[in-house]
């Protein structure tokens, strides 16, 4: 296909008339034929066809025409022709020309905080942040009487929320003489049994397992505390509403939990002063969500004046912050006082000593990189970092079955030789699929697809699992990141093995303290 | 944006001319090379030769005779439109408009007019080098009794080309090169693009622009001409970078100078700078700091700042042209710097 293009002639002009086509639109034209006269500044010129074949004309006649367009095409053959007329047909809307951004930078960015799409503003002229904060106060004015105060309209699209936050508003609710005549320092003086005796004689659904640490407090018009579930030594919790927490979830010493309504749910586990509170912990907007198997590191700090919505296997890393609230200076004076939730969708990271500001929002299976700020959206599976935080890539790579498998290998390979340097009698038993050790009598081996045949007792990881697990065999399913079968010490210390290697198992507890590892 | 589909520079002035010549058959135009089929260097005079062969004359290259001619041609009751092919050529002509065109009216105390129109092309940006480039408007700007009309990009062309040829004064008519190929945007609504327009003073208007329907504003820019985009430019990006809101005034009657669009605007913003494409030093600018700061001192938070090319000629090469000419960044750098501006 040839192009028939109109050169420049001189350097006073960007355009020339396209005055008189010579040739009819789709005639057969031979090269070198006259096929169009063009007036430039300097001189009226016919221009010749390039080729032999059929025109396609682009433009009409007495048209002024930038140089340096193509004007015309020449198809040498039928198919030429055909894809030039598929090529016109879904040509694409011309663009915006630059000159049409009207939106300020700072609109644009406080628009994206509050996911405002500016193109619904209709304003003749620039649209700045003044006209984004009128928008805010009015959606704010116009949508709060419908959303209710619990989740305060915030989105749960990406989070899973725990089973507590389903359950019946009837359960776990105390006696209100009870309440009455609750004292919080007695309580703590109690001994952790008598602690449990005394929620659930006034009507607390306290599970089997529990442990409240010495020193402990807890303090609610409605608790419920499911099997398994540990609080550490000088716990406080304190919640005006309802505090509910799942089974086997856990928190070392200190930890703080002050929330008008606190949903945790099961399995999680949490580092030692971990604090959710801070200013505004009794608003009516104060509810804090947990899923399931979160993590909460050391010293985490949780604001929690508007709604928090953490997701399920969230990483809320060390000494990471959330705040919901901003007060500064008088609004009168314009500075900038700020309320709004912060929600970490399902699977997300948080790096240690990150910032989540009021309004933040981090997409599934995001990673924010340590020390970051976060203000506004990550969106999901991508990396951010930076102060303000921006996604700079993705959260993660695409693994090839090769090199799943291959991992997989180098993890038994690496449990093998690291029980060996804590000085356990491990003997090599097999080679190739599959392949591992033995210890205290006790086969461990890694098989690519599971389908029996490994005698008891044994521990199994394996990336396919199919069929029964006999007794005495524990399977553990990598990629479902389930368990199946049961074991002792050595099963407890592969699982925190895998727990070190980000593959928590499910049923829980998948933190093990101590064992062989 | 605009729906119907905005001309071009150079096709409004055509088609002016083409009106001008079709309601008054007073009016004679000549210069070098506007005969048809070549119309012109830039086609502003396309057609005209076929279709007013008697009254559209080219002439030889001299234009100290073309002003000459022309005067005489307006002594006697003509209206002459004279193309200099490049603004750069009008110092050859100067000692008629100096001690003659500018003075005979006066001279013989009002018996006679000298109604001549001086179409000229001003400007670089296109790399004609040091001869062909200029603005030369303030070599005009201490000529008494004469009239020097620029013509904007959001100017009605046509209606300023139509007024000068019907002014009883000898008016430079300044099109800056760009114009040419630029659409020829006009107000709808009251605005252009985003910034809010005010169209004052006949009959050749000053366009003062605000990009917030002049509620605020921290400076005022007052500009003319080829100037004008990139001014505008300059206000949108600090608009859209960093919210500062300025009001820029584009004059198109530059003489005699009157500023009643500046006076107000500053009154508005406290804040003046200039900015023009011919080089500094006694310039557009300079002329205009003084009357500002003479006649409206206490309306002024800072000093009036002039943005303009550097003192010195203008090189064929581009991009050692751009360096010499006032870019969008020597604007807004300008206005940043002035007290108050950054927040």
Redesign the interface.
Known sequence: MLEIVLTRED?????ALLAEWLVEDRAEVTAGQPVCVV?T??A?VEVESPGTGTIVQLYGEEV?VELGTTIAYVAETADELASIDARSEDKPAPK?PA????????AVELAELHSIDLSTVEK???I??KDVEALIVAQKASAAPAAGQVLAGVSTDGVSLPATFELDEGVGVLDPAFLESFEHEAFRALVPADKIHALRDAGARIGDGVDLGEGSLVAAPRVVIEDGVRLGPRATVVCEEVVAIGERSQFGPDLELRCRRAFLGAGIWGGRSVRFGGGGHRDPWATLTVGDLAFVGDEAFVNVCRPVLIGREVFLTMRSMIVTHNIGHSVLEGFENRFASVVLEDRSQIGLGAVLYAGARIGAEAIVASNSYVVGEIPAASFAIGVPAKATGSSSHKLSDARRLDLARRMIDDLHELLALRGHAVSAIEEGDPRGFEIDGTRVAFTASYRGGIDAPAVVLAIDVRGDVPDGVAVLDLLARRVHGSGGVVLDSVREFCRKRGIKLEPGPWSYPGGLV | MSTTQQKRGVQVLNETLHAIFAERDDVVLFGEDILDPYGGAFKVTHGLSDAYPDRVLTTPISEASLFGVAAGMALRGRRPILEIMFGDFIALGLDQVVNGISKFREMYDDQVTVPLVVRTPMGGRRGYGPTHSQSLEKLLLGIPNICVVAASECHDIGALLTAAVEDERPVFFIENKLLYGRPNRRPEDGHIGELAVRESGRPYPALTFSATDFTEGSATVVTYGGMLPVVLDAVTELVLEHEIFCEVVALSQLVPMELDAVFESVARTGALVTAEEGTLTGGFGAEIAARVQEAAWSDLRAPVQRVAARDGIIPSARPLEDEMLPSVEDVVNAIAALDGVRS
């Open positions: 350097a006073n002009t960007e355009y007036e500044t300097k009226t002024e915006p000159g049409d951004r009207k939106a300020t930078r700072k003749r002229g620039f700045t942040e």
